[in-house]
């Protein structure tokens, strides 16, 4: 039977199958990546970035308004403690409840994974963890509420020990933030709120304004726009947690997976914006095709269903190959955000065998919904491959190592001839001289 999505379908079996692959990973590659430094968007970037550094409030006043149509005095840029506990008192009980327990979740799993409590000193040297002093927090103005972004970045550098932390957002709401974002703030004792987003917002948290605070760190998703911006600042000004592009899925499915859940699973990504992909790869002809029949059904009655469809049309695809083997280098190479695995009873074993993903979902009850809202650990993933080489924002990105190093008069006695003939070797007479001169005569 055929089906308005039959054109997703790669067989490995055709003979244009390696080119089809070869398209869609270059086009998702090329989604992902920000702009080049030359680019038109790249420029208006660095310039705005410079308008925020020379001039402060009044340039992210003159930006605000001139992107958000919002115009703001720089005393009116911060949401009062007022307002923020307003938010919360307004919140229905049942949705506060879920969001507690969601804080809770994730506050739970980030504590069981820190290592900033750790310490080790022996021989004359050690470590030691220190928190971020202030932190940046960025949370996308979309259209609808994203509570999960603040409590997936903040509650990670709260259980880090982080002292600081001011948070934006775009006035997309009547003018400010959403309610739900404000109250979510209010809950995790966050008092320093800005109704600014885009670049001007990255500028103010990287330079400082008149009424912003520099931050030591900016963390958090957003469009190509912050993300170029955040790529500016990185390194010079601030650390920041990772470019992040466009929402990704890549599902590892066999003969055990269920093709409705599967296509559920894919349009719940597909659903986030027109360059959002969702990849499905299986060793199952017959799934294939069982899951575009439902991609079709379940489309219809989506309300996101235009993004979706774009989604799916340009970036998604469902990839029949030999074997498993076969397809789970095909995720390897992919290295998305999220990788699901439905395999039945061999999902645990297929997941074992997996080295580049943000985040792997195990079974046929685990859709990355349970881990954007619910889990323990953060959403704020890497994408665009960048799982090669990057993972998951945790409580850990908020601490830094110090290295100790104590020795006695006898271990750099004992050093002491070592030293100074590697010292000598460099041409660094004075660094030899500095352990020389500490040597009885």
């Not at 402060?56 to 703001?72: I, N, S």
Request: charged share 20%.
């Amino acid at each position: 039977m055929s089906t308005p999505f039959d054109e997703l379908l790669i067989l490995s079996s055709d003979p244009d199958s390696e080119t089809k692959l070869a398209a869609l990973r270059s086009d998702m590659l090329e989604a992902a990546r920000s702009s080049g430094p030359d680019s038109a968007q790249n420029r208006t970037v660095i310039e705005v970035l410079g308008e925020i550094r020379q001039r402060g409030d009044a340039a992210v006043a003159a930006y605000t308004e001139k992107f958000d149509k919002v115009a703001l005095k720089p005393e009116e840029f911060r949401i009062t403690v007022g307002a923020l506990a307003a938010a919360h008192a307004s919140m229905d009980a049942t949705l506060m409840a879920s969001l507690r327990q969601a804080i809770e979740n994730v506050r739970s799993y980030q504590s069981k994974i820190f290592l900033g409590h750790h310490f080790a000193f022996s021989e004359g040297t050690g470590m030691r963890f220190t928190p971020v002093r202030r932190v940046g927090v960025c949370v996308p103005g979309a259209s609808a509420p994203l509570p999960s972004t603040v409590i997936m970045t903040v509650v990670p550098a709260l259980v880090a020990g982080v002292q600081e932390i001011a948070l934006v957002s775009p006035p997309r709401h009547e003018g400010g933030v959403h309610p739900v974002i404000l109250a979510v703030c209010h809950e995790l004792g966050v008092t320093e709120v800005y109704r600014i987003g885009g670049v001007q917002a990255v500028g103010a948290l990287a330079y400082g304004t008149q009424t912003i605070g520099k931050v030591d760190m900016i963390v958090g998703p957003g469009n190509s726009w912050v993300q170029a911006a955040k790529k500016n600042v990185a390194g010079d000004y601030v650390g920041i947690d990772s470019i992040a592009g466009p929402s990704e899925v890549f599902i590892i499915a066999n003969d055990e997976a269920n093709p409705a859940w599967v296509a559920a699973d894919m349009l719940s990504q597909a659903e986030h914006a027109a360059d959002s992909s969702a990849v499905v790869a299986t060793d199952s002809e017959s799934l294939a095709r069982a899951i575009l029949e439902h991609l079709a059904q379940q489309l219809e009655v989506l309300p996101r269903a235009a993004d979706a469809r774009q989604s799916l049309e340009r970036f998604s695809r469902v990839i029949v190959l030999n074997d498993l083997d076969a397809v789970v280098a095909l995720a390897d190479e992919f290295a998305t955000e999220h990788l699901e695995i439905q395999c039945g009873t061999r999902s645990r074993e297929i997941a074992d065998r997996i080295h580049n993903a943000g985040a792997i979902f195990i079974g046929p009850h685990t859709p990355v919904a349970v881990g954007d809202y619910w889990a323990g650990p953060s959403h704020t993933l890497p994408t665009g491959t960048r799982a090669k080489f990057s993972s998951a924002l945790t409580s850990n990105d908020f601490v830094k190592s110090i290295s100790l190093i104590e020795y006695s008069a006898a271990q750099l006695a004992a050093s002491a001839d070592d030293i100074i003939r590697l010292a000598q070797v460099e041409g660094l007479d004075a660094h030899a001289r500095s352990v020389q001169i500490r040597q009885p005569d």
